[in-house]
Structures are given as C-alpha cells and as structure tokens.
C-alpha cells in the first residue's frame, strides 16, 4: 500500500494562491497527496474570487480557510513530506522549523489578490494563478516519489516551481 503525502503550501496571506493549490492538489493528488495552506500573516478569510473559481471549476473547497503556518509546527500537527512557498514574500521569509525535514520548493505564482483593476481582469489574474498551479501540481504527482532519493526529489520539485502556465508538459 502506497503512503499518503501530505503538502503544505505557503504564502502570505493564505486567502488566493496557497489556497487554490491545497484544493488542486486534494483534486488531483486522489488520496496519494493530502494538501494544506497556510500563511504567515493569514488574512483571517480566503479571497471571495478564491472560492467562486473553485466552486466554477468543481474543485473541492470543504474545509478552506485562511490560517497560521503556525498550525503545523505545533505538536499534533500533521507530518509534512513537502513545502512549496507560492509567493516571493513568504519565500524570503524565516519559517518555522517543520518536524521531519521535508522537501521544500518555491513555486512563485504572481498575487492575483493584489490585481487592481476591473472584475474582468481580477478574475484573469485567479484563473492565470489556478492554470499555473494546475500544471505544476499536475506533474508533481505524476512523480515517482517513493522510487526518488531527496535530492533527485528536490531537483525535480524545484524544476517544477519553475513550469508557467503555457507549460504544462514541462517544455
């Protein structure tokens, strides 16, 4: 029987980007991948467009909130296996140290809640950030995780953090 991986994406505010990868990566992971978001100033709710997009595309959004990372260094928390920072700002930042060691990639996404502008062009900006998200988490759990040492693992989680959205087969 194969492991389950849990998978926490960071970000700063956790109410667009590491919110839309946690529901992607639940979606796609089918119970190989478990995913979970948080921020390191949490905006205490998950961007409305966050959720309409998630519910457009029928992505699981049951349990989304906006938390602390806090939540998982603290004892009880769920063992992590990987960390992908989503946003610049929380990849600059000293993040707490995660019990076991996991693997860790930044996969910079631009802020599609700092879009100013029309309805139009804020939901562009959420859909640019769910399609890029999409293909990365797409090739991440087409890995052989448990067949990769850590650093052929880290190579290629690294690799994938920089994928676009017009590149979904890595090319």
Not at 36 to 43: Q, R
Not at 50 to 63: R, S
Not at 90 to 104: D, I, L, M, R, S
Request: hydrophobic share 40%.
């Amino acid at each position: 029987m194969e492991s389950t991986y849990n998978v926490l994406f960071l970000c700063t505010g956790n109410s667009a980007r590491s919110v839309l990868a946690e529901s992607l990566l639940n979606h796609w992971g089918k119970g190989r991948f478990r995913g979970y978001s948080a921020g390191s100033f949490p905006k205490g709710r998950v961007h409305p467009i966050t959720l309409a997009l998630l519910a457009q595309a029928k992505l699981p959004t049951d349990g989304l909130r906006s938390k602390s990372w806090d939540e998982f260094a603290a004892p009880g928390a769920p063992a992590l296996d990987f960390v992908f920072t989503v946003c610049d700002d929380a990849a600059g930042e000293v993040c707490p140290v995660w019990p076991g060691h996991p693997v860790t990639a930044h996969w910079g996404v631009p802020d599609p809640a700092a879009v100013d502008g029309t309805d139009l062009q804020k939901w562009q900006a959420f859909r640019s950030a769910l399609r890029t998200l999409e293909n990365r988490i797409k090739v991440f759990v087409s890995l052989p995780v448990a067949t990769l040492d850590r650093m052929a693992l880290k190579a290629r989680v690294d690799a994938i953090g920089r994928l676009t959205e017009q590149t979904p087969d890595g090319g």
